[in-house]
């Protein structure tokens, strides 16, 4: 079991993936673009975890996803699961600014040119939303 257990979500919507920009007080990764998301808690479902952080940070109810992650990433002592949101009910918006200064859907080619938590984001952005871009 990783010291950090961290599950993410990418919400879809045609050419575009929501990333959010760390806010610059955060004691980890200030000033990054990542994905809405945050720590499972112990005992915790991983999907249940990513249903609770997106409710939290972005105010949108996602049903429980299901499926593999699009992403895993084991770094270290942290291990990140990256799961394709495509289906939710409410407008995502900034609930939580401690967390994220600012929420802005990018296509691929603008992650490209974005600092990312994780150098993959890019890569995933494209894979999953970049088919649409064309
Ligand atoms: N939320 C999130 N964290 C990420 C991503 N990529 C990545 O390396 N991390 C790392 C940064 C942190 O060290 C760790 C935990 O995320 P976090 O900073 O959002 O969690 P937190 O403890 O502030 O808050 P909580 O939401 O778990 O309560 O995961 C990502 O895309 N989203």
């Known amino acids: 079991m990783s010291a950090h257990h ?4 990418a919400l879809v919507r045609g050419p575009r993936v929501l990333l959010g920009h760390r806010s610059p007080g955060r004691r980890w990764y200030p000033g990054v673009w990542d994905l809405p998301g945050g720590h499972v808690e112990p005992g915790e479902d991983e999907r249940a975890a990513l249903v609770r952080e997106l409710r939290e940070e972005v105010g949108v109810r996602a049903p429980l996803v299901d499926g593999e992650p699009a992403l895993r990433v084991a770094d270290g002592e942290m291990a990140l699961a990256v799961y394709a949101v495509r289906a939710w009910t409410g407008e995502p918006g900034n609930r ?3 967390e994220h200064d600012e929420l802005r859907w990018v296509t691929a080619a603008e992650a490209r040119g974005l600092a990312l938590a994780h150098p993959s984001y890019a890569e995933l952005v494209e894979r999953l939303a970049g088919a649409t871009e064309r």
């Open 6 to 9: 961290v599950v993410a979500g």
């Open 96 to 98: 939580q600014h401690g």
